[in-house]
């Protein structure tokens, strides 16, 4: 256990996807307080035809400009599923299920032109659908953690901004914040958090890492700031004990095993967390019923009186 | 029939039976519970693999069906429990979907099962495998399959038109009629897993979204009336389907990818030069535009 551990590689990737889940984490936060949680699916599959032309451009796997790409793509539905919402009667989930599904069905037709041709392949690419964090190299490590961190700084140095933009946009635009320019760096963080995590968990299950951590830290907690560092932990933890498990055994992927480790958190903090959770809603439940009773006990005793 | 034939019959029945059923997906905005159908559908199909042991139709259309329909019932649990909609819909179809791949990726091991074949499709080996029928002769398995998914849709449309319009764009009014929206909500949840499940041997899992939604939503920026969008969008499906093969065999590429990228375009079409939706008559006659879409 602690040999494969130790191996350095393992360190690597762990390191790497524990900084991934730690950034996606708090910028799920942002996602659940627009109500934007599908989003994240819907800019994952659109990063495909991204990946893959930038294959073609430059034709060999480079992970910094295969994400430049897969940002480019992933900011192009982004502002189509806008435009599309603004500019007829379709609503948001339509466009974004639209936009995914024909980017997806767009980069599996380049996808199957670059396998044919010479080395495709070889290239890897087919790791960027399903995710293969074992697969990660020590500069695609370096690429993805410089990046992470700054997603992470940036979050965290703009706390207060964040805070005004998600809650009360009116407030923020009266004391001179620019809404518009909040919300061109917010699909900028939301896009790079997504491009970068494709290549350790797949585009399908990329969403989770944004939902999952969010939606169980508020269950702990009715502190914005508190729920994004909390959230951060969470996406954090899942991403490095998921790696670590995945690691145990040959052949097991890594992406699903994160999913199904922020999975299992999610159901914890469904039961015992602390506002809201079934447990303590249904103390509280019972409680209620006995004063509710105790009262009408009461009330009874002093109409007959 | 020639290979050819059975490959363009069988997109055009997915375009078809996707087409309509998609319509009410898009009325009842619920397209997104499409995409996390499809993909817990593919927990549904492994573990009916890992039951019977066998590639079978029929276990698998079983498997799929209620992996829809558990997708459908945990997503609506969570939703009760003050989780908001769309989370519980990511966290439900992502877990089953982990799920899913890490008992492919660990137990079943198959050729016939890898993920890849699940999520892309591969109509090019439906002719192989094929059954008698009498009257009719040699007919590819899925191509049979879908021809009996089609008409039980259509039929459960027919029969039920009434209520599915009511359900559809008032569900208050139809809780108040005494119809039971509920049974109609997991109803259509069943048929859209059932269309799900016999769709995914030709186009896959995930392009199958690609199907359901988007001819819909083309159909509906052609039309104000529930009848013309059905037909309109069945027809766009089948011509997305025709197009789609078109285009894949000119650049020799995949032919799931193609069809959906056929969608694409069609609502593109439709987007730009609809008469009454489109960006072009917004711009050429602003006046009967803004009275549509303001009032």
């Given at each position: 256990?602690?040999?494969?551990?130790?191996?350095?590689?393992?360190?690597?990737?762990?390191?790497?996807?524990?900084?991934?889940?730690?950034?996606a984490g708090g910028i799920g936060c942002l996602a659940y307080w627009k109500?934007?949680n599908?989003?994240s699916?819907?800019?994952?599959?659109?990063?495909?035809?991204?990946?893959?032309?930038?294959?073609?451009?430059?034709?060999?796997?480079?992970?910094?400009?295969?994400?430049?790409?897969?940002?480019?793509?992933?900011?192009?539905?982004?502002?189509?599923?806008?435009?599309?919402?603004?500019?007829?009667?379709?609503?948001?989930?339509?466009?974004?299920?639209?936009?995914?599904?024909?980017?997806?069905?767009?980069?599996?037709?380049?996808?199957?032109?670059?396998?044919?041709?010479?080395?495709?392949?070889?290239?890897?690419?087919?790791?960027?659908?399903?995710?293969?964090?074992?697969?990660?190299?020590?500069?695609?490590?370096?690429?993805?953690?410089?990046?992470?961190?700054?997603?992470?700084?940036?979050?965290?140095?703009?706390?207060?901004?964040?805070?005004?933009?998600?809650?009360?946009?009116?407030?923020?635009?009266?004391?001179?914040?620019?809404?518009?320019?909040?919300?061109?760096?917010?699909?900028?963080?939301?896009?790079?958090?997504?491009?970068?995590?494709?290549?350790?968990?797949?585009?399908?299950?990329?969403?989770?890492m944004l939902i999952i951590p969010a939606v169980s830290a508020r269950y702990?907690?009715?502190?914005?700031?508190?729920m994004i560092?909390l959230s951060s932990?969470v996406g954090?933890?899942?991403?490095?004990?998921?790696?670590?498990?995945?690691?145990?055994?040959?052949?097991?992927?890594?992406?699903?095993?994160?999913?199904?480790?922020s999975?299992?958190?999610f159901?914890?903090?469904?039961?015992?967390?602390?506002?809201?959770?079934?447990?303590?809603?249904?103390?509280?439940?019972?409680?209620?019923?006995?004063?509710?009773?105790?009262?009408?006990?009461?009330?009874?005793?002093?109409?007959?009186? | 029939?020639?290979?050819?034939?059975?490959?363009?019959?069988?997109?055009?029945?997915?375009?078809?039976?996707?087409?309509?059923?998609?319509?009410?997906?898009?009325?009842?905005?619920?397209?997104?519970?499409?995409?996390?159908?499809?993909?817990?559908?593919?927990?549904?199909?492994?573990?009916?693999?890992?039951?019977?042991?066998?590639?079978?139709?029929?276990?698998?259309?079983?498997?799929?069906?209620?992996?829809?329909?558990?997708?459908?019932?945990?997503?609506?649990?969570?939703?009760?429990?003050?989780v908001q909609?769309?989370a519980?819909?990511g966290i439900?179809?992502?877990?089953?979907?982990?799920?899913?791949?890490?008992?492919?990726?660990?137990?079943?091991?198959?050729?016939?099962?890898?993920?890849?074949?699940?999520?892309?499709?591969?109509?090019?080996?439906?002719?192989?495998?094929?059954?008698?029928?009498?009257?009719?002769?040699?007919?590819?398995?899925?191509?049979?399959?879908?021809?009996?998914?089609?008409?039980?849709?259509?039929?459960?449309?027919?029969?039920?038109?009434?209520?599915?319009?009511?359900?559809?764009?008032?569900?208050?009014?139809?809780?108040?009629?005494?119809?039971?929206?509920?049974?109609?909500?997991?109803?259509?949840?069943?048929?859209?897993?059932?269309?799900?499940?016999?769709?995914?041997?030709?186009?896959?899992?995930?392009?199958?979204?690609?199907?359901?939604?988007?001819?819909?939503?083309?159909?509906?920026?052609?039309?104000?009336?529930?009848?013309?969008?059905?037909?309109?969008?069945?027809?766009?499906?089948?011509?997305?389907?025709?197009?789609?093969?078109?285009?894949?065999?000119?650049?020799?590429?995949?032919?799931?990818?193609?069809?959906?990228?056929?969608?694409?375009?069609?609502?593109?079409?439709?987007?730009?030069?609809?008469?009454?939706?489109?960006?072009?008559?917004?711009?050429?006659?602003?006046?009967?535009?803004?009275?549509?879409?303001?009032?």
């Amino acid at each position: 256990m602690w040999s494969t551990l130790l191996h350095s590689n393992t360190i690597w990737v762990l390191l790497s996807t524990m900084i991934l889940g730690f950034a996606a984490g708090g910028i799920g936060c942002l996602a659940y307080w627009k109500r934007q949680n599908l989003m994240s699916d819907a800019l994952s599959h659109a990063a495909l035809p991204g990946v893959v032309v930038a294959f073609f451009i430059i034709q060999e796997k480079n992970l910094l400009l295969l994400v430049i790409g897969a940002a480019a793509s992933a900011l192009l539905g982004a502002f189509l599923i806008q435009w599309i919402t603004n500019a007829s009667r379709i609503t948001e989930d339509t466009a974004m299920g639209m936009t995914l599904s024909v980017f997806y069905g767009v980069g599996i037709m380049l996808l199957s032109i670059a396998n044919r041709s010479a080395g495709g392949n070889q290239s890897g690419l087919n790791s960027f659908i399903y995710g293969q964090a074992a697969a990660m190299v020590r500069s695609d490590v370096i690429t993805m953690v410089v990046l992470a961190g700054i997603v992470i700084l940036i979050i965290f140095i703009g706390f207060k901004e964040w805070k005004l933009y998600l809650f009360d946009a009116a407030f923020a635009k009266g004391i001179g914040m620019s809404v518009r320019s909040m919300n061109v760096l917010y699909t900028i963080v939301l896009v790079t958090t997504i491009v970068i995590g494709i290549q350790a968990v797949g585009v399908i299950l990329m969403a989770a890492m944004l939902i999952i951590p969010a939606v169980s830290a508020r269950y702990w907690t009715h502190s914005f700031r508190n729920m994004i560092l909390l959230s951060s932990l969470v996406g954090g933890a899942a991403g490095a004990l998921g790696t670590w498990i995945s690691s145990t055994g040959s052949g097991l992927p890594t992406g699903p095993f994160i999913v199904l480790v922020s999975a299992a958190i999610f159901a914890i903090s469904l039961l015992f967390g602390k506002e809201k959770g079934i447990i303590i809603r249904f103390i509280q439940f019972k409680v209620q019923q006995r004063d509710s009773e105790r009262n009408q006990f009461v009330m009874d005793k002093g109409g007959s009186q | 029939m020639t290979y050819t034939m059975w490959i363009i019959l069988t997109a055009s029945l997915v375009g078809l039976s996707c087409g309509v059923i998609g319509v009410f997906l898009i009325l009842r905005k619920q397209a997104m519970m499409a995409d996390a159908i499809s993909h817990t559908v593919l927990l549904g199909i492994v573990i009916a693999y890992m039951v019977t042991q066998q590639v079978s139709g029929t276990g698998m259309l079983i498997g799929g069906i209620l992996a829809g329909i558990l997708t459908a019932f945990l997503v609506q649990m969570l939703h009760s429990l003050k989780v908001q909609h769309d989370a519980s819909l990511g966290i439900v179809f992502t877990t089953l979907f982990a799920v899913g791949v890490i008992l492919i990726s660990t137990s079943v091991g198959n050729v016939h099962l890898d993920v890849q074949h699940a999520l892309m499709g591969e109509i090019t080996f439906i002719p192989f495998t094929t059954v008698e029928i009498p009257l009719i002769g040699a007919v590819p398995k899925a191509t049979a399959l879908l021809t009996v998914v089609l008409i039980l849709v259509i039929f459960f449309i027919i029969a039920f038109y009434k209520e599915w319009k009511i359900t559809s764009f008032d569900p208050a009014l139809a809780a108040s009629l005494g119809i039971p929206v509920i049974f109609f909500h997991y109803l259509f949840m069943t048929l859209v897993s059932v269309t799900t499940v016999a769709s995914f041997d030709a186009v896959g899992a995930i392009l199958v979204v690609a199907m359901l939604i988007t001819p819909a939503a083309s159909a509906y920026l052609w039309t104000d009336k529930l009848m013309w969008m059905l037909i309109l969008s069945g027809g766009f499906g089948v011509l997305s389907a025709v197009i789609g093969y078109w285009i894949a065999t000119w650049l020799d590429t995949s032919i799931s990818g193609s069809m959906a990228f056929a969608t694409g375009c069609i609502f593109l079409f439709g987007f730009l030069l609809s008469p009454k939706h489109g960006l072009i008559s917004r711009w050429v006659r602003p006046e009967a535009w803004k009275e549509e879409h303001v009032s």
